[in-house]
C-alpha cells in the first residue's frame, strides 16, 4: 500500500528557511516518475509550487517560489525534499507531496497527473 509522509513544516519568520521531506513506501521506483510539492492555503485554490521528472532531473517551479525554493530527491532513500529560503507570509499554506507517473513542462502542475498524494504539513509564516 502507497503511503506519502511529509516533515518538515513549522512556523518561521518572515526570510527564514524550511526543508519539507516526503517520505514514499510501498512503492517501486518504476511506478512513478514525477513528483512534486502542492499547497494550499485557507479560501485558497491548491497551486503546484514545484515538481522534478525524476528520469532526467528536470525542475519545475510556480513563477513566485523561483529562485527561493529547490525541489530535489533522494532515490535510495525514496525521499522527496523542499527546501524553502526566503520565506514570506504569501507562503503560509499547508503542503502537499505527490508522485505519478510522468510530468512536463505542461503537465507537471496538473494535480490529476499524480497517483498519490501525502496528508500535508503547515508552514506558517510571519512578518
Known amino acids: 500500500q502507497a503511503q506519502l509522509v511529509e516533515s518538515g513544516g513549522g512556523s518561521v519568520q518572515a526570510g527564514g528557511s524550511l526543508r519539507l521531506a516526503c517520505k514514499v513506501s510501498?512503492?517501486?521506483?518504476?511506478?512513478?516518475?514525477?513528483g512534486a510539492w502542492f499547497r494550499q492555503a485557507p479560501g485558497k485554490e491548491r497551486e503546484a509550487v514545484a515538481g522534478?521528472?525524476?528520469?532526467?532531473?528536470?525542475?519545475f517551479y510556480l513563477a513566485s517560489v523561483e529562485g527561493r525554493f529547490t525541489i530535489s530527491r533522494d532515490h535510495a532513500k525514496d525521499t522527496l525534499f523542499l527546501q524553502m529560503n526566503g520565506l514570506n507570509p504569501e507562503d503560509t499554506a499547508r503542503y502537499f507531496c505527490?508522485?505519478?507517473?510522468?510530468?512536463?513542462?505542461?503537465?507537471?502542475?496538473?494535480?490529476?497527473?499524480?497517483?498519490?498524494w501525502g496528508q500535508g504539513t503547515q508552514v506558517t509564516v510571519s512578518s
Open positions: 505527490a508522485v505519478g507517473g510522468t510530468c512536463s513542462a505542461s503537465r507537471w502542475a496538473r494535480g490529476a497527473e499524480y497517483y498519490y
Open positions: 510501498g512503492l517501486i521506483y518504476s511506478q512513478y516518475y514525477c
Open positions: 522534478i521528472y525524476y528520469l532526467d532531473g528536470t525542475t
